[in-house]
Structure formats: structure tokens, C-alpha cells
């Protein structure tokens, strides 16, 4: 596949980079499809207020994601690429951190539902999903094969887990079975991908169980990614709490009609995750071989990721109510509403590939000052907005805070110059000027 001339641009680089993102888009595109339709199904045959009580206990997985998986998978990236030797130690290290991480995050969870609960979703649920921190501790897997850029495995096992995944919930809908089997398959979901991240890894002379611990390293380990936990944390507030507060104000039938924008607006959101985890070892390369070409390549990860959001959100913008004429009528109303959701999905992009930018300079502690500004963008909105106009609130919200965390960094001196170049991507100076180029 040949790229006309671009300047700053690497085609052997690209050749070999396309193949492993190639492979992740179409793991994550077919396990998209099979999701998508599968959430439909279940959203049409739960309804509104069981829909609710179901997202009302995920969300707090989803908040204390982050200190289960103490932000360490782009740093085990790192690391294995920096310390390709010392692969045992370093997975054997961050699996045995992630799973203390995730037997801590049960009393945590607790926790949080005791002092702000979801009015109307069981603490039970809650208890049964707690044990998803646990299980995704076998992702350090996931992050070995993007070190070797050798995605494609991954992607097979993405694939045939969500195949399985929708068999399961299809057979739940069709023998009417109640909503706490649905809370037991979204537990099953992780744990299925996690015994095929097991037996992917055991090929080609791999053994987990020559994985070791080292105290040291999970020390430097948890020196470097600590920032990325708050952060984290952060992020599951600002993407998330709005889910909770909605249901708080407005009741189960209310998040239970926002659960499905929320799940079709942020369904694209593993595109720049796949972008920039599949390119960040590129990246390194560059930075520590040619800073110029670094920049240039963080300047068109910029533009790609403006490239690939903001069509979506065109298309989807108008093509809302098309959508939801697939859900039953009683979430019609929603069809509105992500139409101004979708578009947060364009910072979403943005903030991802600058994510890469801090972790390659170890500017860690600058993604927590992003992300909970963020955070408090989107709770005081959603204060003021939720009671006055419910959901559509909650999605202005988060497309508010959205934009501050990720154009932030314009107001911080040190990373200022990338605010601009992400400004100079979303308004297409930067594409104007590679054309004049030509």
C-alpha cells in the first residue's frame, strides 16, 4: 500500500505499523458489530428501567477500573520494549499488581455504594461485578503482543470470545431467563477473553508460569503509573458519572434510554486506542532517533485522529433517528440526544493520542490535572443541566468536559505547543498545508 509524499512521513514505518492497527481494527470492528447488535437485542427485551438497574451497577466497575488496572498497560508496553529480556519478570510483576489491585477494589466498591448509590440497581449486582477487576488482570497479555506488534492474536481472541459472548445473551433473551443472568454474563464476558488470553500466550514456547515478581520493579512500576490511576479515576467520573447522577435525578427508565446513547456514541471510542497503542512503540523510535520526525509523526496522529471523528460524528449526527428506529419505540426520544453525544467522541480522539505525547515525555502528572479538570467540568454541568433538561443535559455535559480535558493543555506552559497543534488538526490548518505542499 503506497501514501503519496507527506512530509514527516515513514512508509516502511507505516507498512509495518498498518499491518498490526489493521489486525486490531478488525478484531475490535467485528467485536463492534457483534456488540452493537447483541446491546440492541438486550436493551429491546429488558426495556428502559431494567436497562437502568444493569448500567447502574457496570458504572461502578467502570469507576474503579482504574485501580485495577493501576494504569500500568501502555508502561508494560514500555517497558517490554525498553527491557525485551526481562519479559517473565515484567508480566509475572504487573499480573500479581493488578490482581492485589483488584481484590482491593471490592471493599472499595463498597464503598462508593454505600456513601452514593444507584437508586434502584441491588447492591448484589454490584457485589457479582465487582469480581471483574480480578479477572482482567490477564489484559498484561494483551499488552505483550502490542509490544511485539503482533495484535492479530489478540484480535482472534476478541473475536471469538464476543461470538461466544453474543450466543450466550441470545440464549438468555430467548428463554426469558431475569436480569441477574444478564449481571453474570457481563462477569463471563471478561473471564471468557481472559482464558483466551491464556492459551494465545502458552503458544510458541510462552509459559505464564515462568512468570515472576519483582518488588523493585513494581515499585518503579507504580512510581511512573500513579498519575495515570487518578487520572483514571478521573476519567471514569467524567465519562461516567453522568450515567449515576442521571438515575439519581431522574430515575432508572431515564439512564436506562441514555445507556443506549451512551453505548452507541462511545461504541468508536476503541479507534484511538487501537491507533495509539499499535503506533506508540513508532513513536518512541522517533523520539529517541529524530525529534523532528517525532513531532511531525505526534502532528499527524493529531490529523488522523481528526480525519476519523469527525466524519463519524457527521454521519451519526443525522443519521440518529435511523438508528433508533432498531430500539423499541419507548427509546425513541433519545435519538436526539446523541446526536450532541457523539461529537465529544472528536475529543475523546484528540485526548487519547496527546495521552501518548505525556507518557512518551513522562508528563504523567499532567494527564491527572487534564482529567480532573474534566471531571469537574462534567459534574457541576451535570448539576445544573440534568434537573432542567434530563438527559439531553447530561450529554452537554459530557461533551463539555470532553473538550476542557483535552484542549486544557493550553493553558499549561510546558505542553501548550501540542494544544495548538491538536487546534491546528481540528480546524484543518494542518491538512491545508500538507495539500499546499504537494
Same mark, same amino acid.
Given at each position: 500500500?503506497?501514501?503519496?509524499?507527506?512530509?514527516?512521513?515513514?512508509?516502511?514505518?507505516?507498512?509495518?505499523?498498518?499491518?498490526?492497527?489493521?489486525?486490531?481494527?478488525?478484531?475490535?470492528?467485528?467485536?463492534?458489530?457483534?456488540?452493537?447488535?447483541?446491546?440492541?437485542?438486550? $436493551?429491546?427485551?429488558?426495556?428502559?428501567?431494567?436497562?437502568?438497574? *444493569?448500567?447502574?451497577?457496570?458504572?461502578?466497575?467502570?469507576?474503579?477500573?482504574?485501580?485495577?488496572?493501576?494504569? %500500568?498497560? !501502555?508502561?508494560?508496553?514500555?517497558?517490554?520494549?525498553?527491557?525485551? &529480556?526481562?519479559?517473565?519478570?515484567?508480566?509475572?510483576?504487573?499480573? @500479581?499488581?493488578?490482581?492485589?489491585?483488584?481484590?482491593?477494589?471490592?471493599?472499595?466498591? @463498597?464503598?462508593?455504594?454505600?456513601?452514593?448509590?444507584?437508586?434502584?440497581?441491588?447492591?448484589?449486582?454490584?457485589?457479582?461485578? #465487582?469480581?471483574?477487576?480480578?479477572?482482567?488482570?490477564?489484559?498484561?497479555?494483551?499488552?505483550?503482543?502490542?509490544?511485539?506488534? +503482533?495484535?492479530?492474536?489478540?484480535? +482472534?481472541?476478541?473475536? =471469538?470470545?464476543?461470538?461466544?459472548?453474543?450466543? =450466550?445473551?441470545?440464549?438468555?433473551?430467548?428463554?426469558?431467563?431475569?436480569?441477574?443472568?444478564?449481571?453474570?454474563?457481563?462477569?463471563?464476558?471478561?473471564?471468557?477473553? #481472559? /482464558?483466551?488470553?491464556?492459551?494465545?500466550?502458552?503458544?510458541?514456547?510462552?509459559?505464564?508460569?515462568?512468570?515472576?515478581?519483582?518488588?523493585?520493579?513494581?515499585?518503579?512500576?507504580?512510581?511512573?503509573?500513579?498519575?495515570?490511576?487518578?487520572?483514571?479515576?478521573?476519567?471514569?467520573?467524567?465519562?461516567? /458519572?453522568?450515567?449515576?447522577?442521571? +438515575?439519581?435525578?431522574?430515575?432508572?427508565? &431515564?439512564?436506562?434510554?441514555?445507556?443506549?446513547?451512551?453505548? *452507541?456514541?462511545?461504541?468508536?471510542?476503541?479507534?484511538?486506542?487501537?491507533?495509539?497503542?499499535?503506533?506508540?512503540?513508532?513513536?518512541?523510535? $522517533?523520539?529517541?532517533?529524530?525529534?523532528?520526525?517525532?513531532?511531525?509523526?505526534?502532528?499527524?496522529?493529531?490529523? *488522523?485522529?481528526?480525519?476519523?471523528?469527525?466524519?463519524?460524528?457527521?454521519?451519526?449526527?443525522?443519521? #440518529?433517528?435511523?438508528?433508533?428506529?432498531?430500539?423499541?419505540?419507548?427509546?425513541?426520544?433519545?435519538?436526539? =440526544?446523541?446526536?450532541?453525544?457523539? @461529537?465529544?467522541?472528536?475529543?475523546?480522539?484528540?485526548?487519547?493520542?496527546?495521552?501518548?505525547?505525556?507518557?512518551?515525555?513522562?508528563?504523567?502528572? %499532567?494527564?491527572?490535572?487534564?482529567?480532573?479538570?474534566?471531571?469537574?467540568?462534567?459534574?457541576?454541568?451535570?448539576? /445544573? %443541566?440534568?434537573?432542567?433538561?434530563?438527559?439531553?443535559?447530561?450529554?452537554?455535559?459530557?461533551?463539555?468536559?470532553?473538550?476542557?480535558?483535552?484542549?486544557?493543555?493550553?493553558?499549561?506552559?510546558?505542553?501548550?505547543?501540542?494544544?495548538?497543534?491538536?487546534?491546528?488538526?481540528?480546524?484543518?490548518?494542518?491538512?491545508? !498545508?500538507?495539500?499546499?505542499?504537494?
Amino acid at each position: 500500500m503506497r501514501i503519496p509524499g507527506i512530509s514527516g512521513f515513514d512508509q516502511e514505518a507505516f507498512n509495518k505499523y498498518f499491518k498490526n492497527t489493521g489486525a486490531l481494527f478488525v478484531g475490535r470492528v467485528g467485536s463492534l458489530l457483534i456488540k452493537m447488535i447483541v446491546s440492541i437485542c438486550v $436493551a429491546n427485551y429488558l426495556g428502559r428501567g431494567q436497562n437502568g438497574i *444493569l448500567n447502574g451497577g457496570t458504572v461502578y466497575i467502570y469507576f474503579f477500573s482504574a485501580i485495577a488496572t493501576l494504569g %500500568l498497560d !501502555q508502561f508494560i508496553v514500555k517497558e517490554l520494549h525498553a527491557f525485551p &529480556e526481562s519479559r517473565d519478570k515484567i508480566l509475572g510483576t504487573s499480573f @500479581w499488581m493488578k490482581i492485589i489491585a483488584g481484590f482491593a477494589c471490592i471493599p472499595l466498591i @463498597w464503598a462508593a455504594f454505600q456513601i452514593y448509590p444507584a437508586k434502584g440497581t441491588p447492591y448484589t449486582y454490584v457485589f457479582v461485578l #465487582s469480581f471483574v477487576g480480578i479477572i482482567q488482570a490477564f489484559t498484561v497479555i494483551d499488552s505483550y503482543f502490542q509490544s511485539q506488534v +503482533q495484535s492479530k492474536y489478540i484480535m +482472534q481472541v476478541q473475536i =471469538v470470545g464476543n461470538l461466544i459472548s453474543a450466543a =450466550v445473551k441470545l440464549v438468555l433473551i430467548f428463554t426469558e431467563m431475569p436480569l441477574l443472568y444478564f449481571v453474570y454474563a457481563y462477569v463471563f464476558d471478561f473471564l471468557l477473553i #481472559s /482464558i483466551g488470553y491464556y492459551f494465545t500466550y502458552q503458544r510458541k514456547d510462552r509459559n505464564i508460569f515462568k512468570w515472576s515478581y519483582d518488588l523493585h520493579l513494581a515499585k518503579k512500576l507504580l512510581a511512573f503509573s500513579w498519575p495515570l490511576i487518578v487520572s483514571g479515576i478521573m476519567v471514569a467520573l467524567y465519562m461516567k /458519572i453522568d450515567a449515576i447522577m442521571l +438515575q439519581n435525578m431522574k430515575g432508572v427508565k &431515564e439512564a436506562g434510554a441514555y445507556q443506549t446513547v451512551a453505548a *452507541l456514541s462511545e461504541a468508536w471510542n476503541f479507534v484511538p486506542s487501537v491507533i495509539v497503542t499499535s503506533l506508540f512503540p513508532a513513536i518512541l523510535n $522517533a523520539r529517541r532517533d529524530d525529534i523532528d520526525r517525532y513531532n511531525k509523526r505526534i502532528q499527524n496522529l493529531y490529523d *488522523l485522529m481528526v480525519y476519523l471523528s469527525v466524519p463519524v460524528a457527521v454521519v451519526i449526527t443525522f443519521a #440518529s433517528p435511523l438508528i433508533y428506529m432498531l430500539y423499541k419505540p419507548e427509546y425513541a426520544y433519545a435519538a436526539p =440526544v446523541l446526536s450532541v453525544h457523539i @461529537w465529544s467522541g472528536v475529543f475523546v480522539f484528540l485526548g487519547a493520542a496527546n495521552s501518548q505525547y505525556l507518557i512518551a515525555e513522562n508528563l504523567n502528572t %499532567l494527564t491527572f490535572i487534564r482529567t480532573g479538570f474534566g471531571a469537574i467540568v462534567n459534574i457541576v454541568l451535570n448539576l /445544573i %443541566l440534568i434537573p432542567k433538561m434530563g438527559m439531553m443535559g447530561a450529554a452537554i455535559a459530557t461533551l463539555a468536559a470532553y473538550a476542557s480535558a483535552a484542549l486544557c493543555v493550553l493553558a499549561i506552559p510546558k505542553v501548550n505547543k501540542q494544544g495548538l497543534m491538536m487546534l491546528r488538526s481540528l480546524f484543518l490548518f494542518s491538512l491545508f !498545508q500538507k495539500l499546499s505542499k504537494r
